[in-house]
């Protein structure tokens, strides 16, 4: 093995249902990697929703914040599940997700949709449209109509119920938001798409535009949010990076993700200007599977990979899991939620050893 040049540490988040055994495949897999290309991982295991309501009472303890903070990335699994859905104290699991966003400060989430060769059959769409699909869809994770004040239910002046939201976003939140998009654009064939619609988005359209003329070599379209949802299911190949507010992309990430058909493999990143990245797989904890051994680890897998190629900047380490990944694919081994006949089923832990070896035979 190489002499380990480098270390760093990351906080890992399992949180609940298949969250943690999805989180052990990607922690051995990050081990492995990490031992190959001379890395050392310090690994700080901290919980985080319903575990940590368990625990604690609250669903974001402040010592898991800090660890979180003090850390170079974090790693999460999946939060919550229906034994918290009536909880008396109406503290839910997912509050502690929107606690640690904003505690880091992560305002960019970073969404692939890759259809894999592997994985085709898988789409919803028809074999012909959804074939190469490998887009990005970057949501402004912070603002927006999700935190807009003011907002309220209550009755107008003709005594009418009434409930309105409001959407707010500053000039200066959206310069910081796409000066993080930057390495994302430029990566990706140099096409980005800004979906945009309403009011706010004229601040959208002007400081977009402002930006993009600093990097002659990124092609800017923008396309308004009712055509976007239509176009990505028409032709999602015309799609390269696509940028678009909280909302939207909340939106609009769903609609990309079911393209690719198969959620137990899509990873995500929320990146703030400065200071850890938090990222996990887009799937919830599903509790219907989970203690089974029967989850999809390769979303969480993929995570650890975006971990090290936006958090940590190592790139070849990114590729080694990534490789290891496709490589387990080609060898035929498929989890419950991807497999199709003829091809091995197999649970959790032995879709973690696939990519184990994998990541061995291509040293
Ligand atoms: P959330 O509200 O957190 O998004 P959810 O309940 O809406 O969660 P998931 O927990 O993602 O959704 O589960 C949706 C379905 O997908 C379930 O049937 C679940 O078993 C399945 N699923 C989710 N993740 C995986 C995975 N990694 N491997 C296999 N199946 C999965
Ligand atoms: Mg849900």
Not at 172 to 182: A, M, Q, S
Not at 199 to 205: G, I, K, T, V
Not at 334 to 357: H, N, P
């Amino acid at each position: 093995a190489a002499t380990l040049s480098k270390s760093y540490t990351l906080t890992l988040l399992p949180g609940d249902g298949i969250g943690p055994e999805v989180i052990s495949v990607a922690k051995n897999a990050l081990q492995l990697v990490g031992s190959v290309e001379g890395i050392e991982f310090k690994f700080k295991e901290m919980p985080m929703g319903g575990a940590a309501l368990d625990l604690t009472g609250v669903p974001l303890p402040e010592e898991t914040l800090s660890a979180a903070k003090e850390s170079d990335a974090v790693l999460l699994g999946a939060i919550g599940g229906y034994k918290w859905d009536n909880n008396e104290k109406h503290l839910k699991p997912e509050t502690g997700l929107l606690q640690l966003r904003a505690g880091l400060q992560v305002f960019a989430n970073l969404r692939p949709a890759t259809v894999l060769p592997q994985l085709v059959d898988a789409s919803t769409l028809k074999k012909e449209v959804a074939e190469g699909v490998d887009l990005m869809v970057v949501r402004e994770l912070t603002g927006g109509i999700y935190f807009g004040k003011p907002r309220g239910f209550g009755k107008n002046e003709n005594g009418e119920e009434t409930g309105f939201n409001t959407e707010v976003y500053a000039a200066n939140e959206l310069g910081i938001d796409h000066v993080g998009c930057r390495v994302i654009v430029v990566e990706n064939n140099n096409i980005q798409f800004v979906v945009e619609n309403g009011n706010a988005s004229m601040l959208w359209r002007k400081i977009v535009t402002n930006i993009a003329s600093e990097f002659p070599d990124v092609e800017l379209s923008h396309m308004y949010v009712d055509n976007a949802a239509m176009q990505l299911v028409r032709n999602p190949k015309q799609f390269d990076t696509i940028v678009t507010n909280n909302i939207f992309g909340d939106i609009l990430s769903d609609e990309a993700s079911m393209i690719t058909g198969s959620i137990g493999m899509l990873p995500s990143a929320s990146l703030g200007a400065s200071g850890p990245g938090l990222f996990e797989p887009i799937h919830g904890s599903a509790p219907d599977i989970a203690g089974q051994d029967k989850a999809n680890p390769l979303a969480t897998v993929l995570s650890a990979a975006m971990l090290l190629k936006y958090g940590l900047g190592e790139e070849k380490a990114a590729q080694r899991i990534e490789a290891a990944v496709f490589d387990a694919l080609d060898r035929g081994y498929r989890t419950g939620d991807i497999y199709s006949a003829g091809l091995k089923l197999v649970g959790c832990k032995e879709m973690g050893e696939e990519v184990l070896k994998s990541i061995d035979s291509k040293v």
